[in-house]
């Protein structure tokens, strides 16, 4: 039977900029009913992004796509008790401010819980609520920092390089959207919910390619390789007589193919060549090998040779993410999504990469206005239209 996996979870998203609306967009995506609570008058920062001239950020739009936005002053007495008597209907609140300022303003865990002991609260900051670190300032690029993983990217001869498209904001949204299912899991078996404790670092350490064990126990450094493997070559990108492309070999298999396409079948005999330790020590050389015949060659001739109809070996030209809107693999796989607008005009969005048997779209296609659903929410809670006027002329809502 059609339906959305997780239309039956309401979800109080009080997240802003990227990591925390990510993860909610994903969660919509899947049919939870995600209601963003903004600050009246201004909304999350976010919305103030890349955008045509007086529209709302395009990265907002793809970021809080299927959710309903109600305006709400947490600030304000009024508006702390409105939201606690939201929390009463709802499966879980969400949220990515510095650690402990819920608390500050009389909204912690255990206020909530006091309403509704059911609810799932998962908080996402740049360190957690523990540690020396709890509370501090974080951005992108200072959870790469510390979680270890800007050190390891780069090239030997120049400074460590960020990784693009805000890495480290969407693995956090990642680790946020997947303890958030975790904490609803054990929710329904235990009937208490829990408290999510998530930090930024936390995450991005824990994604640095098992290197602290390695390290650990081998004694040996991250070092940055640029596109290049520690463990195993060729494994690199390359440039060819009109752009890049990528290649990679991770066993003796494809290593000895990869040979024969490159006219050299003597390297696969090679003794300094054999092992997957052989031709990590010598990367540069038998990159530089594999380098110097790409780039005698287009983008199609070395793919035609190296790929699926060729050698078989893995690769794949370099390209940008507006050039794959029209990538005949991402629109099979439905990952380019076109919505009308009614002031944009059309807004174009990532499709998510999770994909079940049956399961319908998310109701709602497009990000909401500011406030768009404050009249239909708060009537849930018995507040009528008179009151709602009044709350606005206050600021509340």
Not at 177 to 203: E, F, K, P, T, Y
Not at 280 to 301: F, K, L, P, T, Y
Not at 318 to 328: C, F, I, Y
Request: negative net charge; charged residues 25%; proline residues 5%.
């Amino acid at each position: 039977m059609a339906g959305r996996l997780l239309e039956d979870i309401r979800i109080l998203d009080l997240t802003r900029v990227v990591a925390g609306p990510f993860a909610t967009a994903v969660l919509a995506d899947l049919g939870a009913d995600v209601i963003k609570v903004e600050r009246p008058g201004t909304g999350d920062d976010y919305r103030y992004g890349p955008s045509q001239k007086g529209q709302t950020s395009l990265s907002f739009q793809n970021t809080n796509r299927g959710k309903r936005s109600i305006t709400l002053d947490l600030r304000d007495a009024e508006g702390r008790e409105l939201f606690l008597r939201l929390c009463e209907r709802a499966d879980a609140v969400v949220e990515n401010f510095r650690a402990g300022y819920l608390e500050r303003i009389g909204l912690g865990a255990d206020v909530l819980h006091a309403r509704n002991p059911r609810l799932v609260v998962a908080s996402l900051s740049g360190f957690g609520a523990t540690g020396p670190r709890a509370g501090q300032a974080s951005y992108d690029i200072v959870a790469q920092a510390t979680g270890g993983f800007l050190a390891m990217t780069g090239f030997p001869d120049g400074p460590p390089v960020r990784g693009g498209g805000a890495l480290a904001d969407f693995v956090g949204g990642l680790y946020l959207g997947l303890g958030l299912l975790a904490g609803l899991r054990d929710r329904d078996n235990s009937g208490c919910g829990r408290v999510l404790d998530l930090s930024n670092q936390d995450a991005m350490f824990a994604i640095t390619d098992s290197w602290v064990t390695i390290a650990q126990g081998l004694g040996v450094e991250a070092e940055r390789t640029g596109n290049q493997h520690p463990f195993t070559a060729p494994y690199d990108c390359f440039e060819a007589r009109d752009g890049w492309v990528v290649v990679g070999t991770a066993s003796n298999k494809l290593f000895r193919r990869l040979c024969q396409a490159v006219d050299r079948p003597e390297l696969a005999s090679d003794e300094r060549f054999r092992s997957h330790r052989g031709r990590s020590a010598r990367r540069g050389e038998i990159n530089g090998i594999v380098g110097d015949w790409i780039r005698e060659r287009s983008c199609e001739q070395v793919l035609a040779a190296l790929g699926p109809d060729g050698a078989d070996v893995p690769c794949a030209r370099v390209a940008r993410p507006d050039e794959l809107v029209e990538d005949p693999q991402l629109r099979a796989r439905g990952m380019i999504e076109r919505h009308p607008h009614p002031t944009v005009g059309e807004v174009v969005f990532h499709g998510n990469p999770l994909r079940f048997s049956g399961a319908e779209p998310r109701e709602r296609a497009l990000a909401p206005d500011l406030g768009q659903h404050n009249a239909e929410i708060f009537a849930e809670i018995g507040v009528d239209a008179a009151d709602l006027e009044r709350l606005a002329g206050k600021g509340v809502v």
